[in-house]
Structures are given as structure tokens and as C-alpha cells.
């Protein structure tokens, strides 16, 4: 029957994964060697995300997709109906406690994309991870940072790139709006920077509407 969840599924990495305890001695002296290693981390909280049945996808997102490119996404998604590949929610809920808890032992996070083929573009997926970090228990400040900073750190580019300071490459965006007072207003770019010249973010995604995925 279309749409019918399967009556029993195999373990999986997820569901097994899901069932871990975040606040185990052994969790978290992996935790501790992880940091201790100098080793960052990379959240990608919106691709586990796009894996849990039932959650829609973004508008936003589908309508920058060539047609064929959405409608293989859009089936993707759709089969998650009756596949047995999904991510538990409460995976989603145990991955934003422990970058929680990487965080607060002194690790490096960052945040990206990492894009499947369930609708999480870049851009749109990094918007949405903003979102998430905040979900999770971030503040908007340390988001930012993770996003950010955190990221030019990791690539050993901090000098360069990844924070407003003199020196360094213009690479900005304006938002309008507060995002870290409300996090929804992080999609309200109007403007953004690349090397000191800025780009009409609207032009752009109307340059790009109905254009990505075509090869």
C-alpha cells in the first residue's frame, strides 16, 4: 500500500545510535579524548534532520531546484514514508546534546552542510543549521561563531577570513532583522559581501531560481 511504513525494520546504525546514552562515562570520555586531541567537530544537525519522516521540505530550497532535480528530491523524500533509512527524532535531539556537551569541554564546532539528495541545499541548509544550533541550546551569539569563526579555525584561514576585523577579507552578509533575538529572521539576507563587494542576495536567488541540480 503507497505510503505504508514497513511492519518491521532491520537495526540500524541510527536507531542504534539513537539508543546511546550522551551522558555516559563512555560517551563522554570519548568526548574528552576527542577535545584533548585538538580534533573540531562539523555539525550537520539539518542533514540528520532530513532523514525524520514527516518533516516538510523547504520551499525556499525546492523552488531554486531544476524540475527533474526536484522531483528526484521530492521522491526521496516521499519514500522515507515507507523506508526503513530514517532517523529516529530523538537521534536528532541526542546529536544536539553532545555538540552541547563538545562544546562546553572545550571543543572546536563548526557547521555545514553536507547536502543530500532530501532538499538540504547549501545556503538554505546552512540557514537552517543556524536554526538548529539554536534549538539545541546555543545561544544566537555562539551560533554565529560556530557558523562563522569556528569554521575559518578549522581551516587554519581565522587570519584571513571568519570574523569583522581590519585586515581581513570582506566577507559579509546583511540580514534584516535579529536573528539572535529571532532566529527565523536569519533567512532575511538582503545583501551579501564577497571580498568587499556586495551582491543583491534577491538578484541572486532569482538568477538561480529553478537552476540548481542541472548539470
Do not use: H
Not at 92 to 121: I, N, S
Request: hydrophobic share 40%; net charge negative.
Amino acid at each position: 500500500m503507497p505510503g505504508k511504513q514497513p511492519d518491521v525494520c532491520p537495526p540500524t546504525n541510527q536507531v542504534a545510535q539513537a539508543d546511546v546514552n550522551v551522558e555516559s562515562p563512555l560517551v563522554q570520555e570519548s568526548i574528552r579524548r576527542i577535545v584533548a586531541s585538538g580534533t573540531p567537530s562539523v555539525s550537520t544537525l539539518g542533514v540528520y534532520e532530513s532523514f525524520i519522516r514527516g518533516r516538510p521540505l523547504d520551499p525556499r530550497a525546492m523552488e531554486m531546484l531544476a524540475p527533474d532535480t526536484r522531483r528526484e528530491v521530492e521522491a526521496n523524500q516521499a519514500a522515507l514514508d515507507t523506508s526503513c533509512f530514517t532517523v529516529p527524532d530523538r537521534l536528532l535531539r541526542k546529536m544536539m546534546q553532545w555538540e552541547r556537551d563538545f562544546v562546553a569541554a572545550g571543543g572546536l564546532l563548526g557547521a555545514g552542510c553536507d547536502p543530500w539528495g532530501t532538499g538540504f541545499l547549501p545556503g538554505n541548509g546552512d540557514l537552517r543549521n543556524y536554526e538548529l544550533l539554536v534549538q539545541a541550546g546555543f545561544t544566537g551569539e555562539q551560533a554565529i561563531q560556530i557558523m562563522t569563526l569556528n569554521g575559518a579555525r578549522i581551516l587554519r584561514e581565522d587570519p584571513r577570513i571568519g570574523s569583522i576585523a581590519p585586515g581581513k577579507a570582506a566577507d559579509l552578509v546583511v540580514i534584516r532583522g535579529d536573528p539572535v533575538a529571532t532566529p527565523s529572521q536569519i533567512y532575511e539576507v538582503t545583501t551579501v559581501f564577497r571580498d568587499g563587494v556586495g551582491y543583491d542576495s534577491g538578484r541572486l536567488r532569482e538568477a538561480a531560481r529553478g537552476k540548481v541540480g542541472v548539470f
